[in-house]
């Protein structure tokens, strides 16, 4: 729905993180690539450098023209927010003589109220990503991100169910860690009991989904690829990456270069070129991508939140990219 993105006013800390190499940026692009259109800027530590107004205008002007014109974010969808997460100061309730002086907006968490849901898919078939595993197997926690889950239906856990369709009752469902409910919906992270549940099915990254509507399982697929600053080599055919979508992770390679355009000034026409040999930082590419082993994905026209993957290596993103086709 949203982010909250912070950083530091102290001196030289902030200038430190924003370089190429520094993470502030690389997060910035990657909340935008992954489907986040509002953030919520939280400018922390103001209190050393004394609640500075001119220091807090200073980074707001950096990070705005920068999410606008490089992340892509809607000016209207971006706020920022002065605080010390130290002090504690503006997080609930402002008191502060120095901040108040110059600052009239909201605090933190009148920011946080104050925005609006997202519309949830509620019409599609249910879809939960796996991201913990507890109860000696029995229990999986996570976000469901499509349609709805009640007790006592029956799910399959893919991909590595999905061959024999093992399909699983769901014993019980609870909402907050406690609160023990009959169904929860799609935008909710919840805790889920399955009966008779194979553990060796079990895996972070699964997708829980009903027995005649199965999440597509696939080894190869396009896709469109964003690829960042942070890109030092350029992406061959045959180069080896780290494939992340929802919480799971697997050994991927990219088997095909089919276009690739570079991200060019809006003053300039972009040209595309087919077939490239190579593709470059701060380019878009159309490329052909396959795993090690079979992965849970929707394309990006059909529901885009099972459609989003990052690209690694070494330890650093260095693409983002969206399932065009199966």
């Known amino acids: 729905d949203a982010a909250l993105f912070v950083v530091p006013a102290s001196t030289g800390e902030f200038e430190s993180s924003f370089q190429w190499n520094g993470q502030t940026?690389?997060?910035?692009?990657?909340?935008?690539?992954?489907?986040?259109?509002?953030?919520?800027?939280?400018?922390?530590?103001?209190?050393?450098?004394?609640?500075?107004?001119?220091?807090?205008?200073?980074?707001?002007?950096?990070?705005?023209?920068?999410?606008?014109?490089?992340?892509?974010?809607?000016?209207?969808?971006?706020?920022?927010?002065?605080?010390?997460?130290l002090t504690g100061e503006n997080l609930v309730k402002a008191s502060e003589p120095l901040l108040l002086d110059w600052y009239k907006g909201g605090t933190l968490v009148e920011m946080l109220d104050s925005l609006e849901g997202a519309k949830r898919p509620l019409k599609k078939p249910f879809r939960m990503c796996v991201a913990d595993i507890r109860n000696n197997g029995t229990m999986v926690s996570g976000k469901i991100e499509a349609g709805y889950v009640h007790v006592r239906d029956k799910v399959v856990v893919c991909p590595h169910g999905a061959a024999n369709k093992n399909v699983f009752t769901v014993k019980s469902v609870y909402r907050h860690g406690q609160e023990k409910v009959n169904a929860a919906r799609a935008g909710e992270n919840v805790d889920i009991v399955l009966n008779n549940v194979q553990s060796n099915l079990l895996r972070?990254?699964?997708?829980?989904?009903?027995?005649?509507?199965?999440?597509?399982?696939?080894?190869?697929?396009?896709?469109?690829i964003f690829t960042l600053e942070a890109l030092q080599v350029p992406l061959f055919?045959?180069?080896?990456?780290?494939?992340?979508?929802?919480?799971?992770?697997?050994?991927?390679?990219?088997?095909?270069?089919?276009?690739?355009?570079?991200?060019?000034?809006?003053?300039?026409?972009d040209k595309s070129k087919m077939k490239p040999r190579f593709v470059?930082?701060?380019?878009?590419?159309?490329?052909?991508?396959?795993?090690?082993?079979?992965?849970?994905?929707?394309?990006?026209?059909?529901?885009?939140?099972l459609a989003r993957f990052l690209l690694r290596t070494n330890g650093i993103t260095v693409a983002a990219g969206q399932v065009k086709t199966l």
């Open 280 to 305: 470059t930082k701060n380019q878009t590419a159309i490329v052909h991508i396959t795993c090690s082993k079979p992965v849970c994905v929707e394309t990006f026209e059909n529901f885009r939140p």
């Open 25 to 85: 940026q690389e997060h910035a692009l990657l909340v935008r690539y992954l489907g986040v259109s509002n953030i919520i800027v939280v400018i922390n530590k103001l209190d050393a450098v004394n609640w500075n107004h001119e220091r807090y205008e200073q980074i707001r002007g950096i990070m705005l023209d920068f999410l606008i014109k490089k992340a892509g974010f809607k000016a209207a969808r971006i706020w920022f927010v002065p605080c010390s997460g």
């Open 204 to 224: 972070v990254g699964s997708i829980l989904c009903p027995p005649d509507n199965l999440v597509p399982i696939v080894k190869q697929f396009e896709a469109q």
């Open 237 to 269: 055919t045959g180069s080896q990456l780290t494939l992340y979508t929802q919480s799971m992770q697997v050994p991927a390679t990219i088997t095909k270069l089919v276009s690739a355009t570079r991200i060019a000034d809006k003053d300039k026409k």
